[in-house]
T-cell receptor, first 112, second 111 residues
Framework: NAGVTQTPKFRVLKTGQSMTLLCAQD?????MYWYRQDPGMGLRLIHY???????AKGEVPDGYNVSRLKKQNFLLGLESAAPSQTSVYFC???????????FGPGTRLTVL | TQLLEQSPQFLSIQEGENLTVYCNSSSVFSSLQWYRQEPGEGPVLLVT?????EVKKLKRLTFQFGDARKDSSLHITAAQPGDTGLYLC???????????FGAGTRLFVKA
């Protein structure tokens, strides 16, 4: 099992450009999450999904959109990137919020 | 808003020393998890505690959940350079959709 995979691992964008981050899990988990991690601020929840076809806003959703068309995939989109979105993005999946979260290796995004 | 506060934020110690990291909240959680994150990787679960007063041991690491299920501690005995990393606590509620993460304690163990 690959667990949770994320693509790409690194990306540099110019302000105003758009991109999509892909997360895939092969554990048949219902719950998937997108976090951003910034120095001294821990993991902040951007959006999450509790099942195929469902999405919900987290703590810091502005400037991001998500889609969960297939159970195994959770996409995070940036329509118009801003320097404030420079961060490391982690995807995670779990059976429920009560259980262990399995994290991907992260995507390091720099917006110039 | 449920907050999990971790202390200290940063800790640099010599190999062989003991240390304790704290995770505190004003809210009650159904479960409290501890993760360790190494540079360039995602967090990995160390332990989950679910019962007030529960103590779990993982080799040289001892985890405790407070009686009121609002706080937790992680104690490392005889720290080694391999223990270096970011330690995150996370709280969950049965039936809830989200897990709340603390900001983390960055530990550096010098050889």
């Amino acid at each position: 099992n690959a667990g949770v995979t994320q693509t790409p691992k690194f990306r540099v964008l110019k302000t105003g450009q758009s991109m999509t981050l892909l997360c895939a899990q092969d554990m048949n988990h219902e719950y998937m999450y997108w976090y951003r991690q910034d120095p001294g601020m821990g993991l902040r929840l951007i959006h999450y999904s509790v099942g195929e076809g469902t999405t919900a806003k987290g703590e810091v959703p502005d400037g991001y959109n998500v889609s969960r068309l297939k159970k195994q995939n959770f996409l995070l989109g940036l329509e118009s990137a801003a320097p404030s979105q420079t961060s490391v993005y982690f995807c995670a999946s779990t059976e429920s919020s009560y259980n262990e979260q399995f994290f991907g290796p992260g995507t390091r995004l720099t917006v110039l | 808003t449920q907050l999990l506060e971790q202390s200290p934020q940063f800790l640099s110690i010599q190999e062989g020393e003991n240390l304790t990291v704290y995770c505190n909240s004003s809210s009650v959680f159904s479960s409290l998890q501890w993760y360790r994150q190494e540079p360039g990787e995602g967090p990995v679960l160390l332990v989950t505690v679910v019962t007030g007063g529960e103590v779990k041991k993982l080799k040289r690491l001892t985890f405790q959940f407070g009686d009121a299920r609002k706080d937790s501690s992680l104690h490392i005995t005889a720290a080694q350079p391999g223990d270096t990393g970011l330690y995150l606590c996370a709280g969950g509620r049965r039936g809830g959709f989200k897990t709340i993460f603390g900001a983390g304690t960055r530990l550096f163990v010098k050889a």
